[in-house]
């Protein structure tokens, strides 16, 4: 069983378009991460929730708006797509916060805006 | 923000070389993790060394950290071509946000 798993893989979108992201862990982890990948692979925080409260909020536009129904969910919605974010998102997981623990990572979802 | 960078970019070595990685990081840190991402898939992670240790082996790796000079080096002995993929080292700061902040990676090409 995927431990990390993020759907849709792909997703392919106009200029302008609303879409989400969804993400679910199945390891009992207490926080869970949006990551952004760039084209230079470079990789980049987006929020982080501990328990479905959030707790890392990196600058990012409020386009963006991660949402946790529960601790074993975190979605992303996106709004107003811009060509700037074109990606691939990473959703990850760990047992409790980042300090001394490994992260767990989905296997991305990449993001094309047209 | 701190950004760990890792050192060289690309590496290109026969299978059964070693591969030698190192990570530069700016800020005093609390401990650094050593994480391989295989291309069009998520990362997974390597090995985690505590800012009070010095060496660590895992397997065929090898991963020291010299906090005073705030680097770390990745080694992977006896490499085989399943090792091909991108290596990356992420840093929890001492202080700061319990968050993880990645580098901007190795590209490892071994060559059967």
């Known amino acids: 069983d995927t431990a990390v798993s993020q759907t849709p893989k792909y997703l392919v979108t106009q200029m302008g378009n609303d879409k989400s992201i969804k993400c679910e862990q199945n390891?009992?982890?207490?926080?869970m991460y949006w990551y952004k990948q760039d084209s230079k692979k470079f990789l980049k925080i987006m929020f982080s929730y501990n328990n479905k409260e959030l707790i890392i909020n990196e600058t990012v536009p409020n386009r963006f708006s991660p949402k946790s129904p529960d601790k074993a969910h975190l979605n992303l919605h996106i709004n107003s797509l811009e060509l700037g974010d074109s990606a691939v998102y990473f959703c990850?997981?760990?047992?409790?916060?980042?300090?001394?623990?490994?992260?767990?990572f989905g296997s991305g979802t990449q993001l094309s805006v047209l | 923000s701190q950004q760990g960078e890792e050192d060289p970019q690309a590496l290109s070595i026969q299978e059964g070389e070693n591969a030698t990685m190192n990570c530069s990081y700016k800020t005093s840190i609390n401990n650094l993790q050593w994480y391989r991402q295989n291309s069009g898939r998520g990362l997974v992670h390597l090995i985690l060394i505590r800012s009070n240790e010095r060496e660590k082996h895992s397997g065929r790796l090898r991963v020291t950290l010299d906090t005073s000079k705030k680097s770390s080096s990745l080694l992977i002995t006896a490499s085989r071509a399943a090792d091909t993929a991108s290596y990356f080292c992420?840093?929890?700061?001492?202080?700061?946000?319990?968050?993880?902040?990645f580098g901007t990676g190795t590209l490892l090409a071994v060559q059967p």
């Open positions: 990850a997981s760990s047992q409790r916060g980042a300090r001394g623990e490994k992260l767990f």
């Open positions: 390891l009992g982890h207490d926080t």
């Open positions: 992420a840093t929890d700061r001492s202080g700061a946000t319990n968050k993880l902040i």
